[in-house]
């Protein structure tokens, strides 16, 4: 895709350079792959660039996207070691968030998901990081366990420059109005559909 | 996405294992965002599984996507220096394949992408590579500069296991049906639509 012009210039008083620095909310929807596979791409993107990445995976099994997770935290590393891209944390609800004094099994996933939203509630209040990768996390909002309207508020509150991509199926309207940019991957051929079964590298 | 079962098991005489390390051709289309980002985003796990990365670039542009660019050879580089991960390679057509005594401006973009292609069809024969990324290979074939009926011809004959991922609009229905798993990017909402210019980190 090239870089492209605006299809129109909006008279908000805003300079380029102004526009070209809006934070936005993105939303990876769709029951088609990739919508968290583009969103650690961005992350690759943005350490590039320096940004402090916060990765918060609201998701039951901690084994999941472990590729994505050594990989970022190895460039994490990085950063420690060398100074270059920038610093990266990685939270899983997997098996109790990392500042949780509860850890091991998750019984009660309604509230550890509660729990994980309150922690990245008060990070954008806090402006902790540049770029917030919110996985899987339109589930707990499809399933009551967040409320939505809270978390609308919060995303359009949120002070300075923070982009936030959150991914999942069955994205809420009400997400959708406060996006900036919603992809939808929608599933035109699927392996699995012809009986292949998942395999590392691909599926995780 | 959870990892799931398959819809049915097929009479294929194969075992779980044959199956799950079926080499796949994967296709991002459609004209919303992502297509290119979720591929860079599955070379970030294949590095972590050790695999042979090889990424061509069919754009005009030798800045376009310098992030993902920039992140990657450093992967590569850090394979070479520590073992971690697999190797990377990255060309792209902008100034030139780099194999190419052919540098600097290229003024027939029609006969350096057959030339890419060539190189391409090349080392899948020649097993090169784990992961071959095709970037916005999708164009070349549209425009007629490169042959469909023959790369659909070289994905289905290639040996080994080589999974190969092309992105880009419009994918030709001959490519939709040789690959194993398709994925259409649609476009919900996007901020140029509301005069928003891209941005660093974000579009590059």
Redesign the interface.
């Known amino acids: 895709?090239?870089?492209?012009?605006?299809?129109?210039?909006?008279d908000?008083g805003l300079s380029?350079r102004q526009?070209?620095?809006?934070p936005?909310v993105m939303?990876?929807?769709?029951d088609?792959?990739?919508?968290?596979?583009?969103?650690?791409?961005?992350a690759?993107?943005?350490?590039?660039?320096g940004?402090n990445i916060g990765v918060f995976q609201f998701v039951k099994?901690a084994k999941w996207r472990i590729?994505?997770q050594?990989?970022?935290e190895?460039?994490g590393r990085?950063h420690r070691q060398t100074g270059?891209?920038g610093p990266v944390e990685w939270h899983k609800m997997g098996s109790g968030w990392s500042w949780s004094r509860k850890q091991g099994d998750v019984d009660d996933h309604a509230a550890a998901a509660r729990e994980g939203w309150n922690e990245v509630a008060r990070r954008l209040m806090a402006q902790t990081h540049?770029?917030v990768i919110l996985d899987e996390f339109t589930y707990p909002m499809k399933w009551g366990w967040v409320d939505v309207d809270e978390v609308v508020t919060a995303l359009a509150d949120r002070p300075g420059y923070q982009?936030v991509v959150i991914t999942g199926r069955d994205a809420d309207p009400k997400l959708?109005a406060v996006?900036?940019?919603?992809?939808?991957?929608?599933?035109?051929?699927?392996?699995?559909?012809?009986?292949?079964?998942?395999?590392?590298?691909?599926?995780?």
Not at 1 to 10: D, H, I, N, Q, R
Not at 32 to 42: D, E, I
């Open positions: 895709m090239p870089k492209g012009l605006p299809a129109s210039v909006p908000d380029t526009r070209r620095n809006r936005l939303v990876h929807t769709g088609g792959k990739g919508k968290s596979t583009a969103a650690f791409g961005l690759l993107r943005g350490w590039n660039q940004w099994s590729g994505e050594e990989v970022l190895r460039l990085l270059e891209g540049d770029l982009h959708i996006a900036d940019l919603v992809t939808e991957m929608t599933k035109v051929k699927h392996p699995m559909d012809a009986g292949q079964k998942g395999q590392k590298g691909i599926e995780w």
